[in-house]
């Protein structure tokens, strides 16, 4: 099997998944070559359309996310997908870029993995929920800081005046 059937095998089996689970924060993987396409959309509605480029001819390889969109956490996800990636994980790290916790898709993975630990599993996904928020909270810290930052800017411009 070459990469893009093990890509399409995967991304079959999270759209399998995903359309038990209505869930709708993630669209259809497409898979092309060595890429899959994917649109995760945000909690406002905000639609972000990921690319992950695969840079192997086997499953776990080095994989690199890419976004229609300006996100944050994009070079952060990349260095943790480096040399040994997954479909899935690349999924779940472009819904960390955006706040939106696309862990389950790592169920899709573990059912086509023999003798997977349902509690581990669960656990996993407990923390991902928390990571999800953890990260949500460090970018609402951020925008607030620059939010400040510009206000101060804008003081001394003024008081120069």
Known sequence: MGLQDVLSASADAVEELRSSLEEESLSRIEVEGGVARFTVRSEDGTAYLFSATFLGSLLPCGASLSCSRTVQGLDKANGKLGVSSTLTRAVAAAGRCVGVDLDWVAEAEAEATPGSDGEEDELLREWSK????????????????AYEEAAGDLDALQQRQ
């Open 130 to 145: 928390r990571l999800v928020k953890v990260e949500k909270i460090e970018r609402g810290i951020e925008e607030r800081e």
